[in-house]
């Protein structure tokens, strides 16, 4: 997706419940235009990639969807986003990665929380932050892993502590390490509709910022339905306001 092409502001259904409700397919254009409307500089990359940097040079977002550069759960990762402790630091204290199929509401009050943070590099709280915001908008925590894991109602939709897989770029090079894991799999053996995952270092305020929208309560406005979760939304035309 470009960023710069123009989308129809006239979504033709409300749709229920978002961490179902996908990306709409403008997940490069909604974020980029949060970004930009955050004052981050972006510029193209040699690798066919959109660079994002914000004003102090401390956080970075990158649309790599282009590059191809691996898969979660399956699906090409489409956003990085990523913090260094000093602008001119060479690597990144923790990274995070996103998929197509995201829901662009989650991401960008993930970003408006990234943006906001006066020490992106470092966490606040602990991962227990996160279970409680899930659990706040009614989420339930897994009854065998209930410190590190939390389901939807409709057990669709998984947020979870987890050893991270293959090339989530961390601070910390150990192997061995725990990192946030969420991924969407409207019916059980089918492909995920979405994934995400943060390294090790991600501040738990602001997994905890993503989580919590992803289970906002309320429709969403989308032109189109996600493939493969059609029987698992609400879904209100605007013409006619029918329910499916």
């Known amino acids: 997706m470009d960023p710069s092409h123009p989308v129809s502001p006239d979504p033709t259904y409300w749709v229920a419940p978002r961490h179902l409700a996908g990306d709409d397919g403008v997940l490069a254009e909604r974020i980029g235009d949060t970004l930009t409307d955050l004052g981050w500089r972006m510029w193209p990359t040699s690798r066919n990639s959109l660079l994002y940097v914000s004003p102090d040079g401390l956080r970075g977002a990158e649309w790599i969807l282009a590059s191809y550069p691996f898969e979660l759960g399956g699906l090409p990762v489409a956003w990085q986003?990523?913090?260094?402790?000093?602008?001119d630091s060479a690597l990144t204290e923790w990274n995070a990665y996103f998929t197509a199929g995201?829901?662009?509401?989650?991401?960008?009050?993930?970003?408006?929380?990234?943006?906001?943070?006066?020490t992106p590099d470092a966490g606040l709280e602990n991962a227990e932050a996160v279970l409680t915001a899930l659990t706040a908008r009614g989420w339930l925590r897994d009854m065998d892993r209930p410190r590190t894991t939390a389901t939807d109602p409709g057990f669709s939709t998984t947020v979870s502590l987890e050893i991270l897989p293959p090339l989530i770029r961390d601070a910390d090079p150990r192997d061995d390490l725990l990192g946030w894991q969420a991924w969407a799999e409207p019916v059980l053996g089918a492909p995920y509709l979405w994934c995400a995952s943060y390294s090790a270092s991600a501040p738990h305020e602001l997994v905890a910022a993503f989580a919590?929208?992803?289970?906002?309560?309320?429709?969403?406005?989308?032109?189109?339905?996600?493939?493969?979760?059609?029987?698992?939304?609400?879904?209100?035309?605007?013409?006619?306001?029918?329910?499916t």
């Not at 986003?81 to 602008?87: F, G, I």
């Not at 289970?215 to 329910?243: F, H, I, K, Q, W």
């Open 212 to 243: 919590s929208s992803l289970a906002a309560p309320g429709p969403v406005p989308r032109r189109m339905l996600p493939e493969g979760a059609e029987d698992r939304l609400t879904v209100v035309r605007r013409a006619d306001s029918s329910c």
């Open 102 to 118: 995201v829901p662009h509401e989650a991401l960008t009050d993930f970003l408006l929380a990234l943006d906001a943070s006066e």
């Open 81 to 87: 986003m990523s913090a260094r402790p000093h602008p």
